[in-house]
């Protein structure tokens, strides 16, 4: 064997595993650890009394979701070849090594947690405070956070090795996801008292919420069979190619789609009703746990947005190299590859807003119980979603263009 | 002779004729002279020459790497080649651009490639059709006319279908359909009954065949198969991307 060779097989083993994978991915699980722990020591009831519980619980859900973004993105794009075609057997060797590269980064993660407490440097009082865990920890809450990563990179890893198909109807029955948002919207215009918001009993909570996310729910589930209803229409009428690439192309991509579509749905869904039934008060330390999650809930369907993108690279160099053969000008392929990628966003952005909007109007007024942040902080929001969905897309263009170079297609 | 079997447009012939070098045509549909085209370090072909008569079924033939999909892809005009001419229909194809060169192939040429897929978003009827939506017919016209060539290469019944899923022999009678639909001068195949044995490969190369020839078109196959290349009126055998003098050895 040449010397290279001997040294990629020592690099990476004979197994398969990538070694800079797994170090990457204990150094995410090392670091939410850390994060976690922070966390929990700043929740933990000590002189004055701290915070509730509720607010880092909440606070602890972006650090999850980055952790499992991060895994799924992480596989994805280092196993190009064999997610395509994995069977069985090497999709659970893939999730195990996650398993155990997680649970290691968590150890790792506790430890160095420990060994920062014990520095000599005294820190400023509000760093100390999140220190402040160890022996005197309550255990219940350490083995949670313990547990907690490991189990979402797991999970994150049986998302990302079982790939999307390019070609595929939305999982659930098309009528399901309309039907989800109609109820709850039915339960929320019901429960409401647009005269008087602020006599909403208080049994009557629970149900608004439940009514409200179960709007946000028929949302997400509704867009995909939308856009596959949209492309499908749309293919029908096409008359010029580059319109029935798009249409197809726009149809097909509703199942990949369906995660960061929905994730954006909802984003934007409660940004639009904080907007609208959220006080003007200035923003407060108390809103950041929602606004955190909303934060963390557009940022992954952002970077799954441009995952999908870079994952249906060869399929796209393929069809692009065969349109190219048929006689297709460059333009007609540009022309259906950026209209398959905008046309899902112009789709999904609007029915967040107007869903978020039809849900703020029994929601207004004082004391209403849905969960809204002053209107200052949703802007920010919504600045931060739409900016970060923007960027997003414009990465993917660049990808989708760069892939349509004579270059690359020629060796397609 | 027409430049082919539809009645030509003006622009069309403007397009091949504009800045035709002094070189006098022959009678050959499609000539490539002293082709020599690189990629990367390898060299795919060597100073190649080939000549296709009209309404001919002419065979490039060869073992794997021998050049044949390279010399293919430079008569068609899929590639420009580093050195040397291409001329169709008496028109220099060598003095046009990258889009010149693919405005001829949507009106002129018709391409399988067996290894290619199929858009795989698209129904088999679309994908039929596309060509002639490519060159502007009305959506109407364009499936019918896909129809009539599902009708003749007998995958019908999976017009509304799409190409995942469906066999090896649905998928290039398909391709050979797209192919054809546009009625065009020459219809270039690289490896068209790729994954095809025995009758299904006779199948597929009797249906092109006949088709080609009742329509008079001219047909280049590009081929390491004996039997594809057995349908061929002449061949021309390459070996590492030179023709191969030993050509009965392969």
New interface residues.
Partial sequence: MAPAGRLRNAWHGASGVDAVRVLAGAAVAGAATIVLLCLLAWALPVEPPGPALLGPVLAALPVLGAVAVLVTIGLRLTLPGQAADANRRSRDSVVSEVAVTALAGSFAGVQAHLALRTLPAAPPAPVRRLLLIGASAPWPGVVAVLAAVPLVAVLAAGYATGRPS??IRPPVPPYVGPLVALAGLLGQYLIADPGHPERLSHGAVPAALAGYGAVLLGAALTVPWLLTWLGSGW?VR????WT??AA??V??SARGLTLPLGLITVAVAVITTSGLAGDHTPTEMADAPLFLIMTTVSSCAAAMLFTVVVEHGP?RR??S?????????ER?DRRAALAALVVPVLVCVPIAIAVGALTAWPARGEGNSFPTIPAHAALLGMVWTVGLLTLALIAAVVVTLRDER?GLR?GA | MSLSSRPARAHERRAVVAGVPTTPPDNDILRGRGLTLTQGPVTLLRDVSAAVRADETFAITGPAGAGKSALLACLSGVVAPDCGEVWFNSGPMHVLDEKGRTALRRRHFGLVDGRTRLLPELTVAENVALPLLLDRVRRAEAFAIARHWMDRLDVTEHAESRPTGLGPALLRRAAVARALVTRPAVVFADEPAHDLVGAELDHLMRILVSAVRSHGMTLVLATAHRRVAAHADHCLALREGRPDPHADGW
């Fill in positions: 390019t070609r293919a096409a008359g010029r190619a029935l690439c197809r192309r149809e097909a399929a393929e069809t190299h065969t349109l190219h053969s048929i006689g297709a000008g007609i004579p020629r």
